[in-house]
């Protein structure tokens, strides 16, 4: 660990984790408390949208000021060639396919309680409203999280220590902030991945994208293009395993991912201008 300042440690970042994740509670016991004599559910997703906003706004004007960010300069544009953007939609793909799988067999491992699961149905299935858990997890989650975790946390981090270590800790704390085992591997590194995305490109576009992406592509296939898969998009009582073609095409997603990116780093960039295939985000 080599440390270049020592303005934004490991322990700040915690902290300030920790904040966000308490600030969350708090509001979201306020909210109870006020919505006790309603008929609106604590778990329809647009009430988890309001309490999710005020606390992001909260934390984020009281970080910015304090350790002095600017969130409009991680907005920036990017070039990118045709062969990284394939990369990330393979890559993103790939993960999402695999990491519920995995979670499949965690969920297995450690069965939801039946209040858990209608919460998470609720939230995150559409019982309530599917526009809201639209909003939520495939528009919402991807800007505010990226902008915490990748525009905050991990510039933050970069301060005071090297990429790898930046990198890391932050997918621990993207990770541990979710409060959910059954997503925390997945967690991990899709969040390594992400923040490697951001070193890459030093902006918040592409993160957002990709976060976006593997939040949405279950759904993307389920009401776009009418293809349902058990295990992956299909609403069940039980916990169902994904066909293995399905788990075999995730794992072929990965390999193809990664092999574009080695294509592309091994034609470099002035071979790739040459082509005349650079995109602009």
Known sequence: MHKKTKDFSIIHSICIVALFILLNITIDIIV???LTQSTIDISNPFIRIFINITSFIIIINYVCRKDNFEIKNIFKKINCNIFMILSMLFITI????IFTELSNYIEVAFPLDSESYVYNKNVFG???SLLGSIVATVFFAPIS???????VILRGLLRTY??????FVSAILFALFHLNIYVF???VIVGLFIGWTMIKFNSIIPCILIHSLYNGFPRILKYIFNIKIQGFNIDSQMVEFQ?????ILGVSCLIVGWLFILFSNYNGTSNIHKLNDKFEF
């Open 126 to 128: 559409g019982n309530i």
């Open 243 to 247: 066909p293995l073609w399905f788990n």
């Open 145 to 151: 999280e990226e902008i915490f975790f990748r525009g």
């Open 32 to 34: 109870r408390i006020i």
């Open 162 to 167: 090297n990429k790898k270590t930046a990198v």
């Open 185 to 187: 591997i997945p967690a």
């Open 94 to 97: 790939g993960m999402r396919i």
